[in-house]
T-cell receptor
């Protein structure tokens, strides 16, 4: 069965500090992994994805994520947080062996960046 | 994403009423999805459609129905709304074979419809 865990409901960091939003996953095959961000009163926006190759994936707004197969993790990172990064972040996984295109989402992590 | 639009953006209704939420897209994608979002639960899939003639139930389809009127339009109906269907509803689209993306079927979301059932 496919599932995604985001162990932290909330992450608080000071502006200028590095941030990490954690994600672990479980899939029956090999994964495609995604991060989405949701700003207040907006839909989900695609941030980045892991397909294959380099374990460090770079995405929009200076975010990056590191795929770790042995730990089944795909943590989202940013070297220097901005107040405008405050939003709800979702990790999602898809089994690349599936033709259904079905995404499984984590419950979300609320990121708050303090000025 | 402005390429995926949802109407209405907000709706308040009463128990037992029939409600239709509409989704339109200009991305030219064949695949469309309906999700609901509840606080602390993430997104859960209600229905999905891979083309106009193909509609499939997701994990929480009970109490909902859908219609794929055209490639660009996918509507969600609540035949008889109940309070526990109060949620934020999202439509999404994807293309399973876009060039340059490795066929990952990345989904793109509309702005959402906030539905309150009293």
């Amino acid at each position: 069965a496919q599932s995604v865990a985001q162990p932290e409901d909330q992450v608080n960091v000071a502006e200028g500090n590095p941030l990490t939003v954690k994600c672990t996953y479980s899939v029956s095959g090999n994964p495609y992994l995604f991060w989405y961000v949701q700003y207040p009163n907006r839909g989900l926006q695609f941030l980045l994805k892991y397909i294959t190759g380099d374990n460090l994936v770079k995405g929009s707004y200076g975010f990056e994520a590191e795929f770790n197969k042995s730990q089944t993790s795909f943590h989202l990172k940013k070297p220097s947080a901005l107040v405008s990064d405050s939003a709800l972040y979702f990790c999602a996984v898809r089994d690349r062996g599936s033709t259904l295109g079905r995404l499984y989402f984590g419950r979300g992590t609320q990121l708050t960046v303090w000025p | 994403d402005a390429d995926v639009t949802q109407t209405p953006r907000n709706r308040i209704t009463k128990t037992g009423k029939r409600i239709m939420l509409e989704c339109s897209q200009t991305k030219g994608h064949d695949r469309m999805y309906w999700y609901r979002q509840d606080p602390g639960l993430g997104l859960r899939l209600i229905y999905y459609s891979f083309d106009v003639k193909d509609i499939n139930k997701g994990e929480i389809s009970d109490g909902y129905s859908v219609s794929r009127q055209a490639q660009a339009k996918f509507s969600l109906s609540l035949e008889s709304a109940i309070p526990n269907q109060t949620a934020l509803y999202f439509c999404a689209t994807s293309d399973p074979n876009p060039s340059g993306t490795g066929g990952t079927d990345t989904q793109y979301f509309g702005p959402g419809t906030r539905l309150t059932v009293l």
